[in-house]
């Protein structure tokens, strides 16, 4: 059965420090793995990782993706209050099937 | 401004009632999607369709069913709502690579 797997669940921080969000899957096929962060409402894209070792980057956020090891790292640095979000990890084993975790829920507190 | 719009927003249902979920895209996707989101289960497919004219089930779809009305409209029912359906329900479209875009969300509450 396809799986993936957030820790931590939730996580508070203090503005200004940085955070490692982790994911790990196993599925029977791979495609691409991708972050998305939800605010309020409507999840959105991040990031999305296809190859092993090659960092995504926007901004203060970064992400990598280990494909022998099967799990993924989503960094914050320097966070700020805005970015408390719920932030979901997603592996796509096939098109058209997108398998989520549960999210981690980040509170950066001023 | 373009993407994926659902309604309604919000809903209440009595147990039994029956209701449909409205979701419509202008991106010219073929695929779209329905989940719906639990806390601490993340999201999980209900159907699916690839292009107009098809649909799938995903992990969890008893107790629903969706149309393709048209490639634009993509439509989930509740024929008898229970209240193990009170989530929050997402429209999706898109491929995943390079990843969905999601509508706002419809909060559906059966009493």
């Known amino acids: 059965e396809d799986k993936v797997v957030q820790s931590p669940l939730s996580l508070v921080v203090h503005e200004g420090d940085t955070v490692t969000l982790n994911c790990s899957y196993e599925?029977?096929?791979?495609?691409?793995l991708l972050w998305y962060k939800q605010e309020k409402k409507a999840p959105t894209f991040l990031f999305m990782l296809t190859s092993s070792g090659i960092e995504k980057k926007s901004g203060r956020l970064s992400s990598i993706l280990d494909k022998k090891e099967l799990f993924s790292i989503l960094n914050i640095t320097a966070t700020q209050t805005g970015d408390s979000a719920v932030y979901l990890c997603?592996?796509?084993?096939?098109?058209?099937?997108?398998?989520f975790g549960a999210g981690t829920r980040l509170t950066v507190k001023p | 401004n373009a993407g994926v719009t659902q309604t309604p927003k919000f809903q209440v249902l009595k147990t039994g009632q029956s209701m449909t979920l409205q979701c419509a895209q202008d991106m010219n996707h073929n695929s779209m999607y329905w989940y719906r989101q639990d806390p601490g289960m993340g999201l999980r497919l209900i159907y699916y369709?690839?292009?107009?004219?098809?649909?799938d089930k995903g992990e969890v779809p008893n107790g629903y069913n969706v149309s393709r009305l048209n490639k634009r409209e993509f439509s989930l029912r509740l024929e008898s709502a229970a209240p193990s359906q009170t989530s929050v329900y997402f429209c999706a479209s898109g491929r995943s690579s390079p990843g969905y875009t999601f509508g706002s969300g419809t909060r559906l509450t059966v009493v």
């Open positions: 997603a592996v796509a084993p096939r098109d058209n099937d997108m398998r």
């Open positions: 599925v029977t096929n791979f495609r691409s």
């Open positions: 369709s690839a292009s107009e004219g098809t649909t």
